[in-house]
């Protein structure tokens, strides 16, 4: 650079020697044209020939705004923005300056405000992706990082912010899909959970089944008069019908809550011992005499679950009696 400027003076003096005057009108038009070209240090350094040709006030003036705009030009690269801005203030009020360097300045003065607009808000966005982090808030985190990144896109002043972001969201996405796949476990879970269970909000009452009941049971109301109620627990056996295993038995007073609710047995009738329990499955279903396959398999699911059934069922309080609401627990995704 230093070779290049030096060979610049030696051909720009060759080119001016002659006459004074015209050396120094030449080295005049030279500098400004390189002004309009915005080769700023060739203008400096043409209009500084012209000044040792001739004192001219007007020149130093030039030469003066030139400097500052150089200089301006300088610091913004270096990012010192608060410097820049005072030289390009310069560069503007110099009285007989040029007014193409001038509305340069101007135009320089709105890329400062805009870069100074881009870097505060990716400091900004950059600091809050930190915070988050060190609060765990990892989705808010991956957000604030993201906008970094965004406004940070073709942008070369704010690099080393958009680097930290790239760096930072590493560690944050993984534990995002670590949290994702753990929600989703959790979700899946709880469908399940509720695909093998039946609430009824009316007489608040859910009924829990086993895991190996999934898609295999239905639960049926019979009105059997006045406050008694019956909800048969059935099975889908082989053959696609479903058959009873238990009831549910309801007893509701004259405000409609329930006075008693207990699980009944198909197969052992007003008897809880289980040895007439063994002895009288199947026989309250004829239709399975003939069918000894799926009596067998419909007589194992009983037996499987006999001393379980009535762990299944949960009565919740009545709304009336001021009690929150534990069936949004059981509903709520």
């Not at 109301?221 to 019956?230: A, H, S, W």
């Given at each position: 650079?230093?070779?290049?400027?030096?060979?610049?003076?030696?051909?720009?003096?060759?080119?001016?020697?002659?006459?004074?005057?015209?050396?120094?009108?030449?080295?005049?038009?030279?500098?400004?044209?390189?002004?309009?070209?915005?080769?700023?240090?060739?203008?400096?350094?043409?209009?500084?020939?012209?000044?040792?040709?001739?004192?001219?006030?007007?020149?130093?003036?030039?030469?003066?705004?030139?400097?500052?705009?150089s200089k301006a030009i300088q610091?913004?690269?270096?990012?010192?923005?608060?410097?820049?801005?005072?030289?390009?203030?310069?560069?503007?009020?110099?009285?007989?300056?040029?007014?193409?360097?001038?509305?340069?300045?101007?135009?320089?003065?709105?890329?400062?405000?805009?870069?100074?607009?881009?870097?505060?808000?990716?400091?900004?966005?950059?600091?809050?992706?930190?915070?988050?982090?060190?609060?765990?808030?990892?989705?808010?985190?991956?957000?604030?990082?993201?906008?970094?990144?965004?406004?940070?896109?073709?942008?070369?002043?704010?690099?080393?912010?958009?680097?930290?972001?790239?760096?930072?969201?590493?560690?944050?996405?993984?534990?995002?899909?670590?949290?994702?796949?753990?929600?989703?476990?959790?979700?899946?879970?709880?469908?399940?959970?509720?695909?093998?269970?039946?609430?009824?909000?009316?007489?608040?009452?859910?009924?829990?089944?086993?895991?190996?009941?999934?898609?295999?049971?239905?639960?049926?109301?019979?009105?059997?008069?006045?406050?008694?109620?019956?909800?048969?627990?059935?099975?889908?056996?082989?053959?696609?019908?479903?058959?009873?295993?238990?009831?549910?038995?309801?007893?509701?007073d004259g405000q409609g809550n329930?006075?008693?609710?207990?699980?009944?047995w198909t197969f052992i009738g007003?008897?809880?011992?289980?040895?007439?329990?063994?002895?009288?499955?199947?026989?309250?279903?004829?239709?399975?005499?003939?069918?000894?396959?799926?009596?067998?398999?419909?007589?194992?699911?009983?037996?499987?679950?006999?001393?379980?059934?009535?762990?299944?069922?949960?009565?919740?309080?009545?709304?009336?009696?001021?009690?929150?609401?534990?069936?949004?627990?059981?509903?709520?995704?």
């Open positions: 650079m230093y070779v290049k400027k030096v060979l610049f003076l030696i051909g720009l003096a060759l080119l001016l020697m002659g006459c004074s005057n015209n050396a120094f009108d030449q080295a005049v038009e030279k500098g400004k044209g390189y002004i309009e070209s915005r080769e700023y240090d060739k203008a400096i350094a043409t209009f500084e020939l012209a000044l040792q040709e001739k004192d001219d006030e007007n020149i130093k003036t030039l030469l003066k705004q030139t400097k500052n705009m610091t913004k690269e270096e990012q010192k923005y608060d410097e820049t801005l005072v030289l390009l203030q310069n560069v503007k009020d110099e009285k007989n300056g040029m007014e193409s360097v001038k509305k340069e300045a101007t135009k320089l003065e709105e890329e400062i405000k805009g870069e100074q607009k881009v870097i505060k808000e990716v400091n900004e966005a950059l600091k809050r992706g930190e915070e988050l982090i060190e609060k765990s808030e990892y989705g808010d985190a991956a957000h604030a990082l993201e906008e970094v990144i965004t406004l940070s896109e073709n942008k070369p002043i704010v690099n080393s912010q958009r680097e930290q972001a790239n760096k930072l969201l590493i560690p944050v996405k993984e534990k995002l899909a670590t949290f994702q796949a753990a929600e989703d476990e959790r979700k899946r879970q709880k469908e399940l959970q509720l695909k093998n269970m039946y609430v009824n909000e009316e007489y608040r009452f859910s009924i829990k089944f086993p895991t190996s009941w999934v898609s295999k049971h239905r639960v049926k109301e019979t009105n059997l008069g006045g406050f008694k109620k019956v909800f048969a627990v059935q099975y889908q056996l082989s053959d696609k019908k479903y058959y009873d295993v238990f009831y549910v038995g309801i007893v509701l329930i006075e008693s609710l207990e699980p009944e007003n008897s809880r011992e289980k040895n007439h329990y063994y002895r009288m499955i199947g026989e309250m279903l004829p239709e399975l005499e003939d069918k000894p396959k799926l009596k067998d398999e419909f007589t194992n699911v009983v037996r499987q679950h006999i001393t379980s059934f009535s762990n299944w069922i949960e009565v919740y309080p009545h709304p009336t009696q001021g009690t929150e609401d534990p069936m949004k627990n059981v509903l709520q995704d």
